[in-house]
């Protein structure tokens, strides 16, 4: 057994971002029914911007600093890099495979996983496949504003993996079938020896203090699961802007992975004591 790790291993994995700019720009580009405050085209040098900055695993960039200066090492901290075009079943497999592998170089260790969007998804299907087997690999499992009963959002994404995220798709309903056949029959959509958590974010009011909606303009609600400890997070000041861009359409979905508040809460829940 490897002695050197001090602390259960992360795995962290990302949500979905933009890749190719033809196929996105018609999607974001039609009579949007839904309403949303879409910033504009996806030009080719806003998805660098955003690929550069926070596509990817630079998603975890600033979770990645805060957990090293707790202690954590790179060893510790597992990037899972994915495409994220691909139906979440591929994905999940992958992570899978990836769980399992890393629970074998630490030597029986049980590992952590933290999710971000819709990374959730397949963490969640490769979470219900391992529960079939007799060896516990996952110790936590967090979701980061995660889509765990889908969003409308998805219909703006033309790739099979946004069909994922979409309410009450094939994928949603193969999770649902995956607890059942598990012998989950309290409603609850934990399965496995593994502790569930989710952060989502709450709602906006006006000056009158009437709700306006979730500050979350890509995961409006859904994130919680039956059985999960369900975190409400408050609304970030200015929380439409991230990193020098001023996007109403995405709100704290992405502020939730740059925020120390939540880093210390989730080093909390992996080091309890």
Same mark, same amino acid.
């Given at each position: 057994m490897?002695?050197?790790?001090?602390?259960t291993?992360?795995?962290?994995?990302?949500g979905f971002q933009p890749r190719?700019v033809p196929?996105?720009s018609?999607?974001l580009?039609?009579?949007n029914?839904?309403?949303f405050?879409?910033?504009?085209?996806?030009?080719p040098?806003?998805?660098t911007?955003?690929?550069? *900055?926070?596509g =990817?695993?630079?998603?975890w960039n600033?979770?990645i600093?805060f957990f090293?200066?707790?202690?954590?090492?790179?060893?510790?901290?597992?990037v899972?890099n %994915?495409?994220t075009?691909?139906?979440?079943f591929? *994905?999940?497999?992958k992570?899978? @495979?990836v769980?399992?592998?890393?629970?074998?170089s630490f030597?029986a260790?049980?590992?952590?996983?933290?999710?971000?969007?819709?990374?959730a998804l397949?963490?969640?299907l490769a979470?219900?496949s391992?529960?079939y087997?007799k060896t516990?690999?996952?110790?936590?499992?967090?979701?980061l504003?995660?889509?765990?009963?889908?969003?409308?959002t998805?219909?703006?994404?033309?790739y099979?993996?946004?069909?994922?995220m979409e #309410?009450?798709? @094939?994928?949603? #309903?193969l999770?649902a079938?995956l607890n059942?056949n598990?012998?989950?029959?309290?409603? *609850?959509?934990?399965?496995?020896p593994?502790? %569930? %958590?989710?952060?989502?974010?709450?709602?906006a009011?006006d000056s009158?203090?009437?709700?306006?909606?979730?500050?979350?303009k890509?995961?409006r609600d =859904?994130?919680?699961? #039956?059985g999960?400890?369900?975190?409400?997070?408050?609304?970030?000041? =200015? =929380?439409s802007?991230? #990193?020098?861009l001023?996007?109403?359409?995405?709100g704290?979905h992405?502020?939730?992975?740059n925020s120390?508040?939540?880093?210390?809460?989730? %080093?909390?829940l992996l080091?309890? @004591?």
């Amino acid at each position: 057994m490897d002695t050197s790790h001090r602390h259960t291993p992360v795995i962290l994995v990302h949500g979905f971002q933009p890749r190719q700019v033809p196929s996105l720009s018609p999607a974001l580009a039609f009579s949007n029914p839904l309403g949303f405050k879409i910033p504009g085209a996806w030009t080719p040098e806003l998805v660098t911007k955003w690929n550069e *900055t926070y596509g =990817g695993g630079n998603t975890w960039n600033a979770l990645i600093k805060f957990f090293k200066e707790k202690g954590y090492n790179d060893q510790e901290l597992i990037v899972f890099n %994915y495409d994220t075009s691909q139906p979440n079943f591929d *994905t999940a497999q992958k992570l899978f @495979n990836v769980i399992v592998n890393v629970y074998d170089s630490f030597g029986a260790q049980k590992v952590d996983l933290v999710t971000h969007s819709m990374g959730a998804l397949p963490a969640r299907l490769a979470l219900a496949s391992l529960a079939y087997s007799k060896t516990p690999r996952v110790e936590n499992f967090v979701s980061l504003a995660g889509p765990n009963h889908g969003t409308d959002t998805a219909k703006l994404c033309p790739y099979p993996s946004c069909r994922d995220m979409e #309410r009450n798709s @094939n994928f949603l #309903r193969l999770l649902a079938a995956l607890n059942k056949n598990l012998g989950i029959t309290d409603g *609850t959509e934990t399965p496995g020896p593994v502790h %569930y %958590y989710t952060f989502h974010s709450a709602e906006a009011v006006d000056s009158s203090g009437r709700s306006v909606g979730s500050c979350d303009k890509v995961v409006r609600d =859904g994130v919680q699961l #039956r059985g999960a400890i369900n975190f409400e997070l408050p609304c970030s000041p =200015g =929380g439409s802007s991230w #990193r020098g861009l001023n996007w109403p359409f995405v709100g704290d979905h992405l502020n939730i992975v740059n925020s120390p508040g939540v880093f210390q809460e989730i %080093y909390n829940l992996l080091n309890p @004591n």
